[in-house]
């Protein structure tokens, strides 16, 4: 399935060359002691800059919602629909959100509640994309 090939900019950095390791790091607020995706400036609650360190995060999560992509409008990804997107809640801080096609999960079957496990794709020569799939 094409999926979008990220380019890193300054800020997302740290993001993708962890992801490229396998590894899932989010930013972390030390003074709200919150995690924040996607990588912003400062703290979206307390607005600090400082506060903020790159912190890893065990790759588990919920499915709080899902839908599935009928009519899309992103020319590479027509030809794999219907095709899913799933909001997938981080366990390690529920007001972390991240989406995803899901992959192993056929469209209309997805299991809202369900646990999920971060996995990892190579969308282009070592740049890899981060995933969700079910947990078995
Ligand atoms: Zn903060």
Known sequence: MPKLIPVPDALSKPFWDA??????????????????YPPQQ???????????TWKEVEGRG????????????LN????????????VTLDAD?????????P????????VGAAV?????EVAPGQLIHEWRVVA
């Not at 919920?62 to 409008?73: F, P, Q, T």
């Open 19 to 36: 992801v490229n390791q396998r590894r899932l790091v989010l930013q972390h607020c030390a003074a709200c002691n919150r995690l924040q």
């Open 42 to 52: 400062a703290c979206q609650v307390c607005n600090s800059a400082a506060s903020l």
């Open 62 to 73: 919920h499915i709080a919602a899902s839908i599935v992509i009928e009519d899309g409008r």
């Open 117 to 121: 496990e971060v996995m990892f794709e």
């Open 104 to 111: 192993g999960t056929p469209p209309y079957k997805v299991p």
């Open 76 to 87: 590479r990804r027509m030809p794999d629909q219907p095709y899913n997107l799933a909001m």
């Open 94 to 102: 529920q007001r972390v959100n991240f989406y995803s096609n899901l």
